[in-house]
């Protein structure tokens, strides 16, 4: 049975087994039926909407490529840092002739002029500028897919592939519940509609799947909070994304809902075992060798399926009966 209870910045819903906790998430008949509905994985409850390059101990890059733990101290030295992480990611890909996502000279001048501001110690050159801009957007959507620390924070139209990224992780730790949050970017959109005008802190974006293969796979797309760097010195602040996102809507915030859907952790391994039955492997979620030999790997960790055809469902019991006994007379 299904537990729900109120939340610091949500709504839970506690399930009890793996097969409920699918069921809510199941796309046509779930409870997140509508089509506007957005949705993240984490491994456990105690992550909050906060981007990878804000966490404590983001491993972030100084301009000498030395590592340096986030976040940082304020807004100049926090955000060169996510800078230099990307643009060292950049380089490399661009070393070893790895085609990157809207590559031209106008990104690499782009890129290039970030590098001498961040090495600019007088507030005057900052002001106006904003980090990161948005011809940066798709760089960083790719960095942040291969797990470079990024502020960008990835979210998916499915559900499934949300409990996938869950349930993933959680096979190296159970001891914490397995969580997906959904909200309805319905209210956002017709925010926008409705206040044209209004500055909002939080961005919804996604890039183009041609150029980013696990972005297609994963029907991924992301929220990244650009900062005005105004104020260079400024002390950085992380602040959560779901905050960020009600800020973002002057009209509407009252009527967002969080909500997490919750699992104990010891079922991951179940979890993961009944959506490799959907198509929702590593090799589906990352094209290519790399994600095939992945899930060879996960296969050895996924309990054996069932081998015997069949539903436990309200609306499937005693239908495999009836299908037998049709077939029966097809064959008289």
Not at 139 to 150: E, F, G, K, M, S
Not at 206 to 223: D, H, I, W, Y
Not at 305 to 312: I, L
Request: with cysteine; aromatic share 10%; glycine share 6%.
């Amino acid at each position: 049975m299904y537990e729900v209870t109120p939340g610091d910045a949500s709504v839970d819903v506690r399930c009890s087994s793996a097969s409920e906790f699918l069921h809510l998430l199941e796309p046509i008949r779930g409870l997140f039926a509508s089509p506007t509905f957005i949705f993240r994985g984490v491994s456990s409850d105690r992550h909050g909407l906060l981007p990878s390059a804000h966490r404590p101990k983001a491993p972030l890059l100084t301009p000498n490529n030395v590592v340096v733990s986030g976040p940082l101290d304020s807004l100049r030295t926090q955000c060169g840092a996510e800078f230099y992480t990307i643009d060292r990611f950049f380089k490399i890909a661009s070393r070893h002739g790895v085609r990157m996502p809207e590559d031209s000279y106008v990104l690499r001048e782009e890129l290039d002029e970030w590098s001498v501001l961040f090495q600019q110690n007088e507030a005057a050159p900052y002001h106006g500028r904003v980090w990161p801009s948005p011809r940066l957007f798709s760089l960083i959507a790719l960095a942040q897919h291969y797990a470079i620390p990024t502020r960008a924070l990835d979210w998916t139209y499915s559900a499934y592939v949300a409990a996938y990224f869950a349930a993933r992780p959680a096979l190296n730790n159970d001891a914490d519940s397995i969580c997906v949050w959904a909200v309805d970017d319905f209210h956002r959109q017709v925010d926008r509609v409705l206040a044209a005008a209004a500055k909002r802190p939080l961005r919804v974006f996604t890039v183009s799947g041609a150029e980013n293969e696990n972005l297609r796979a994963q029907r991924g797309l992301f929220m990244l909070h650009p900062q005005s760097l105004d104020d260079p010195w400024a002390r950085f602040l992380p602040t959560t994304y779901n905050a960020l996102l009600l800020e973002s809507l002057p009209l509407l915030k009252d009527a967002v809902q969080f909500i997490r859907v919750l699992l104990d952790g010891s079922h991951a391994r179940e979890v993961l075992g009944l959506l490799a039955t959907a198509g929702i492997t590593r090799g589906a979620l990352y094209p290519g060798l790399s994600g095939v030999a992945q899930e060879f790997e996960d296969e050895q960790l996924m309990p054996p399926r069932r081998a015997a055809p069949g539903g436990d469902t309200h609306e499937t019991i005693g239908l495999w009966d009836k299908i037998n006994k049709a077939a029966r007379r097809i064959r008289t």
